[in-house]
């Protein structure tokens, strides 16, 4: 025992051992933090997961291992230095006066509550995940759209009790208190934040009103595209071009809203410029071919028009008009390529052709 005596040697206000002892946690701390995090991860999984989605471990493991890393760091680092203490020789003032001591525990107490609110803003991702890909084999389209809100709402939540968890038992301050002042300055707020409010509220007359859902296709001002996601201030839309716009809630309830998706027929308008030397029995054999393609083709309905209407300043314009039978995008642009395609093919058919613009100039000899 006495070859152990060095261990009561002291520097700095510790002895060897203390420090013999923070560092030997450290160590360990290191050493088996991934096992100790794969357990942690094991348990939260069972909470929040869902043991028949073989994927479902995986996603949980990439949203909670950098969290849980960050937690246990500090659980690590806590236990070490609470080993040791503070040499009384720089007089350092207690935690309860504002010093050194109350920063580093403040300070400290500060990321722990933090990672811990980060692990459970994880927790509330990955349910959402898991509610996301049930939504999508049902074929109703409002739960696509209401789960993404509510878990901003379930974030939003937690990171408000996360902060007033923070001031109240970190910071020593009174939440009745401090609740009655904003109560005060609410109004002020809220008179800076009017565009937030507009848009929140515009969010909620998306929800209840239902213009439109997540998926469908819409219009908004020059803004043709698939709705992606409807958030707390704006909502996202997907154009055919792939282009990812972002619209604020409130010009979506305050501005003309054309829903493609509810319409049950899409309508082409194109004219045919055909040259001058076409007869008039050509035209109307063109017409009437162009007529038949569209009544009997079987993407349109019976309502379609061809009229030979205008005389142009360098052609002859026919009118087609017709109706394709779904909202669908994709199937609108290959019936229109399809109905081009056999327009030309009736055109050269009949030994016309299409015009282009052009001048004629003649010359008067006196």
């Known amino acids: 025992m006495d070859n152990l005596g060095f261990l009561s040697i002291e520097f700095f206000g510790n002895t060897i051992q203390n420090y013999i002892i923070s560092i030997s946690v450290i160590v360990l701390g290191l050493i088996f933090k991934g096992l100790i995090s794969s357990a942690l991860r094991r348990f939260l999984f069972k909470i929040v997961g869902d043991s028949k989605n073989k994927d479902g471990k995986s996603e949980f493991d990439n949203l909670l291992k950098k969290p849980i890393t960050y937690f246990l760091s500090l659980l690590i680092i806590y236990l070490a230095f609470n080993m040791l203490s503070i040499p009384d020789t720089l007089n350092l003032v207690s935690s309860d006066e504002f010093g050194l001591r109350m920063i580093f525990e403040k300070g400290f107490l500060l990321l722990l509550v933090s990672s811990i609110i980060y692990i459970i803003l994880q927790s509330v991702e990955y349910v959402g995940l898991r509610l996301s890909q049930r939504a999508a084999k049902t074929e109703s389209k409002v739960d696509d759209q209401l789960i993404p809100f509510a878990i901003e709402i379930a974030k939003v939540l937690v990171v408000i009790f996360g902060i007033l968890i923070i001031l109240g038992n970190i910071f020593g301050i009174d939440i009745t208190a401090l609740a009655a002042g904003l109560g005060i300055g609410g109004v002020a707020v809220a008179l800076a934040s009017k565009e937030s409010l507009e848009n929140l509220l515009g969010s909620f007359t998306i929800f209840f009103d239902k213009p439109f859902t997540v998926g469908d296709i819409i219009t908004i001002g020059g803004i043709t595209g698939v709705v992606e996601k409807v958030g707390f201030r704006s909502t996202r839309i997907r154009t055919f071009d792939k282009s990812l716009v972002t619209v604020p809630n409130k010009n979506l309830i305050n501005t003309e809203l054309d829903n493609l998706s509810l319409k049950p027929v899409r309508k082409v308008k194109t004219d045919i ?25 079987p993407n349109t309905n019976k309502d379609g028009v061809v009229r030979f209407l205008e005389f142009g300043a360098s052609s002859l314009d026919v009118m087609v008009l017709y109706f394709v039978n779904s909202p669908d995008w994709k199937l609108l642009i290959d019936t229109k390529q399809d109905i081009n395609y056999k327009i030309i093919e009736i055109v050269k058919k009949h030994n016309s052709d299409f015009a282009y613009p052009s001048t004629s100039v003649y010359l008067e000899k006196q």
């Open 273 to 297: 410029g055909l040259t001058y030397d076409t007869s008039v029995d050509q035209i109307k054999n063109i017409v009437a071919d162009i007529q038949n393609l569209i009544d009997d083709h």
